[in-house]
């Protein structure tokens, strides 16, 4: 019998953002499919968010002895990373997610909220449209942790001005918003030594981990940097 072809299912551009630098940023959808990508450059999939899960994961197991935690995410993506700390954290938690985009809030509450569940619906969310460095100033010594998931990480950056959340000054506004014993949790696309030093440096004892972005073993691994804010530790300026 002769094979027939089977069609492509095209993208369909859902909507388009710019970020801060003037670049846009695209919601692309194609069948259940949706992903998010500006200059050509994937920055997440709802195919694949398991390395996403992770980073809330590792670091809310950190946080079972805490009665009333407060979490900080940087970065609200397609909402894998905030539902998965919502699943772990209790009823008495406060999670904070800091997205500096508005169109991805507006994504999150439209066609891409069933992905993870709603999870800006949940009652301990509290949404703050401006940059994660600006909230962690306003938050000083009140996180239990602190995560960040914005562009690629460290060491494969799209937009260059997010390099100062990874610098020694970001990380010590990181550091400044924990509480004793609190975590900093950062995803990467990319293993990067250097920001793993500079981690260690800026008054962090660190775990490195890598992770599967997929549920099969073919995904590709994506790294999270786990500090614990080490308090005799000399951070250096």
């Known amino acids: 019998p002769q094979e027939t072809d089977v069609p492509v299912i ?9 970020s801060s630098d003037g670049t846009d940023v695209v919601l692309r959808r194609r069948g259940d499919t949706f992903v998010i990508h500006t200059r050509g450059t994937e920055l997440m999939s709802s195919a694949q968010h398991g390395s996403e899960e992770s980073l ?4 809310c197991a950190e946080l079972a002895d805490r009665p009333a935690p407060v979490v900080l995410i940087g970065g609200l993506g397609m ?13 008495q938690a406060r999670v904070i997610v800091a997205e500096l985009l508005p169109s991805v809030v507006a994504w999150n509450q439209g066609p891409l909220g069933p992905l993870a569940g709603h999870p800006l619906r949940d009652p301990r969310v509290q949404i703050e449209i401006a940059d994660v460095g600006k ?3 306003t938050l000083r ?7 960040l998931d914005v562009d690629n990480g460290p060491g494969a950056l799209v937009h260059a001005a997010n390099d100062g959340l990874y610098s020694r ?9 924990l509480r004793p014993g609190g975590y900093l949790a950062v995803w990467s696309a990319t293993d990067d030594r250097r ?10 004892a660190v775990t490195l981990r890598r992770v599967r972005a997929g549920a099969h073993g073919a995904s590709p691994r994506h790294t999270i940097y786990l500090g614990r804010k080490v308090q005799d530790a000399a951070v250096a300026k």
Do not use: E, H, K, Y
């Open 10 to 18: 095209p993208w369909q551009v859902i909507d388009r953002a710019q």
């Open 56 to 59: 809330a994961q590792l670091t």
């Open 79 to 91: 909402g894998f990373t905030l539902r998965a700390a919502l699943d772990l954290l209790p009823r």
């Open 135 to 137: 909230v962690m100033r």
């Open 141 to 147: 010594g009140q996180c239990d942790a602190v995560l």
């Open 169 to 177: 000054r970001g990380l010590g506004l990181a550091r400044s918003a």
């Open 195 to 204: 920001f793993q030093n500079r981690l260690q440096s800026c008054g962090f």
